[in-house]
């Protein structure tokens, strides 16, 4: 007997032992016995199930999802970090957290933020100004070449300050943030075209474009949406602020945003809600904004051809606001650039499937999903047969005659996914499932999961791309109640495995999300990411310098001053600093050249200054340029901050700072 059919099939504990002992026969002899001696009488996993009370249903999941010791998941999950600033790296099936990478908010453990050179990295996030530490981070996007996950770049937006930001998948850390100058909010970001080509962020709250001030009396004639093409450069891996540009949007708070590809390649949808232009005043006696924006049966669907548009802006059709090209409403609406068509009802999710023929949306208050058929908008669009314009001027399509169809979906769909088979998969909020439905067989029933509670986002595997894996889907729950053991009234967020493989919908996993509230995620094969396991000496990974000019080797450790500036090139190795002994005075400008030397893996070192709040993780291969003005006097002991060897607790030094003379 296989052991791939009884796992399709109903698992009786007697068919467990045969699949444990097929297992036991590729192992090592050790493991082997190990294995027969514990688990190999039918007798005993019996009791195992009954002492841990688990189901047949129980034990097969865990056997669709223990990754043994030694061996590797399959697929990586990176989810946003929502409030954490940050992003989760997830191993899928198991559900183990492999990785927090700092992106907008300091990460101690990496010294994200905390006195070296990454502060330059956080710094381009600043607004206004401002230093900007915290973010809200909803959608990270793979990198894709052809319309496919390339493996190669992650991007990430900040709904809450308006920012996108490029990690490097190479070595999993953060390249760049782009603080967009227009918006003050966003969230259709950070969806990529199928090359790359673009990183799009759309604003979420509509504002003055370029964060001026009007009286919110003047919404209407005053505040503006905006979507900003980011142009990504491949060959730097960063995004090229000049050749950016954005488009001006009507002031319909758009929301969710996706990219066509394939038969939509050029294209990109948005959704909107709250066309009423509601805008509170419950003070004054007014609705609130959010009965306010729920009146119209319908808000807009933005269409956008941003292949023209691109025309349109080297044409030089733009005005500069904010120091970025915008292409204005007047000029896209009339080039057939924006066009708008109805959508029901504060519509949330707006996701092209994998054929790029159809754009499903979802409706907050509506009970269906709308499927948008590209086809059909491209020809109305060409023909210029539209119902009427909207109070700016856009085109507005035909509902009836730009649709595909709906499906009667339960309450409250959000997100939608898709798998290899044709079929789609929404988060049903309200409802607490995930409905399976074909998006090329509308009249199959829809088969719905329950989940653990309040579904988000959910994700498929490689779900985004033209050819989605199926297999898993992960079910993104913003509530947890009764799942996990009580940690006070800020409960973790829940992540489902989900089994799309067999002929119904297999809850596999649950994995508490305890640092944050993750909204979107995108499932990458394992295969795709190449990252390198040490840095070539020197290399400083925030400005990419291979070496970096204060690169230290072995032999050349030195203390330079001049005047009140001080530096210092240091070298970390098992498990010395050297120098180990910095003597300052007060009010001297310090600043560390730090090289971990070692090129072996894992042989991390981590430096930080006692009283000082800097803090540097230090990867083989790796330098850091820590500094601070030595402004206390006193006796400060620096030390390694991993635990390197066996005589890591021996690894530091003192940094001396005399007082000042007067
Ligand atoms: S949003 Cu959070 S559940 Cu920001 Cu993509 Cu829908
Ligand atoms: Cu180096 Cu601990």
């Not at 492999?98 to 908010?105: A, E, P, Q, S």
């Amino acid at each position: 007997m296989r052991a791939y059919t009884l796992i399709g099939s109903t698992l009786f504990a007697t068919g467990l032992i045969t699949l444990l002992a097929v297992g036991c026969e590729n192992r090592h002899e050790a493991n082997k016995q190990a294995a027969t001696g514990n688990l190999g009488a039918s007798a005993s996993v019996k009791d195992l199930m009954a002492a841990r009370d688990l189901s047949e249903a129980d034990v097969e999941a865990a056997l669709k999802t223990y990754v043994p010791t030694g061996k590797m998941d399959e697929y990586y999950l990176f989810a946003s970090g929502g409030q954490s600033g940050n992003v989760n790296v997830i191993g899928v099936p198991s559900m183990r957290m492999l990785k927090v990478i700092g992106v907008f908010t300091p990460e101690s453990w990496q010294g994200w933020g905390f006195g070296d050179d990454t502060e330059s990295i956080l710094d381009q996030g600043n607004q206004g100004g401002r230093k900007i530490r915290w973010a809200d981070v909803h959608h990270p996007n793979l990198s894709e070449t052809k319309g496919d996950y390339d493996g190669k770049y992650l991007f990430v937006n900040d709904k809450a300050n308006a920012r996108v930001a490029v990690v490097d998948l190479e070595d999993f850390t953060t390249k760049q943030i782009v603080a967009n100058p227009l918006a003050a909010s966003d969230h259709g970001g950070a969806f990529v075209t199928p090359n790359t080509e673009y990183i799009i962020e759309t604003s979420q709250y509509p504002a003055p474009l370029g964060r001026e001030y009007a009286p919110i009396e003047e919404y209407a004639a005053k505040y503006r949406g905006v979507a900003v093409f980011w142009k990504f450069d491949r060959e730097k891996g960063r995004i090229d602020k000049d050749k950016s540009w954005a488009m001006e949007l009507p002031p319909y708070t758009q929301d969710l945003a996706d990219a066509g590809k394939l038969d939509s390649d050029g294209w990109m949808y948005i959704n909107s809600f709250n066309t009423e232009l509601a805008v509170g005043g419950t003070l004054d006696g007014k609705p609130p904004i959010e009965s306010g924006a729920s009146q119209n049966d319908m808000d807009y669907l933005h269409v956008i051809n941003w292949k023209k548009a691109e025309e349109l802006v080297a044409a030089g059709k733009t005005k500069t606001i904010a120091g970025m090209r915008v292409l204005m409403m007047d000029v896209s609406g009339s080039e057939g650039v924006l066009t708008l068509v109805g959508e029901p009802k504060s519509p949330h999710g707006c996701d092209v499937t994998p054929d790029g023929k159809h754009v499903v949306v979802g409706g907050k208050l509506d009970t269906h999903t709308t499927i948008y058929d590209v086809a059909k908008m491209k020809q109305l669009i060409a023909d210029k047969k539209f119902e009427g314009k909207d109070a700016y001027g856009l085109p507005i399509m035909a509902f009836k005659e730009a649709i595909a169809g709906q499906v009667e979906i339960g309450l409250g769909p959000l997100h939608t996914v898709f798998d290899d088979q044709g079929n789609a998969y929404t988060s049903v909020f309200i409802e607490s499932v995930v409905a399976k439905w074909s998006y090329r067989d509308y009249t199959k029933p829809v088969e719905k999961l329950k989940v653990h509670y309040n579904i988000g986002h959910l994700v498929s595997a490689e779900g985004d791309t033209v050819s989605p894996d199926g297999k898993y889907v992960v079910a993104m729950n913003k509530m947890s109640m009764d799942r996990f053991l009580p940690v006070g009234p800020l409960y973790p967020q829940n992540f489902q495995l989900v089994g799309i493989e067999g002929p119904a919908m297999r809850l596999l996993a649950d994995m508490p999300m305890p640092n944050s509230e993750p909204h979107y995620a995108q499932m990458i094969k394992a295969d795709k990411i190449k990252p390198v396991k040490v840095y070539k000496p020197g290399t400083n990974p925030v400005t990419g310098a291979e070496p970096d000019p204060n690169a230290v080797v072995g032999g050349k450790e030195r203390i330079v001053r001049n005047g009140n500036r001080v530096e210092v090139f240091m070298t970390a190795v098992r498990s010395h600093f050297t120098p180990d002994r910095i003597e300052v005075e007060q009010g001297d400008v310090v600043t560390i050249h730090v090289s971990n030397v070692e090129t072996a893996e894992d042989q991390t070192h981590g430096i930080t200054f006692n009283m000082y709040n800097v803090h540097s993780s230090l990867e083989p291969g790796k330098t850091a340029n820590i500094t601070f003005t030595a402004d206390v006097p006193g006796a400060y002991p620096f030390y390694c901050t991993e635990f390197c060897s066996a005589l890591h607790l021996e690894m530091l030094g003192y940094l001396l700072v005399k007082p000042k003379q007067n």
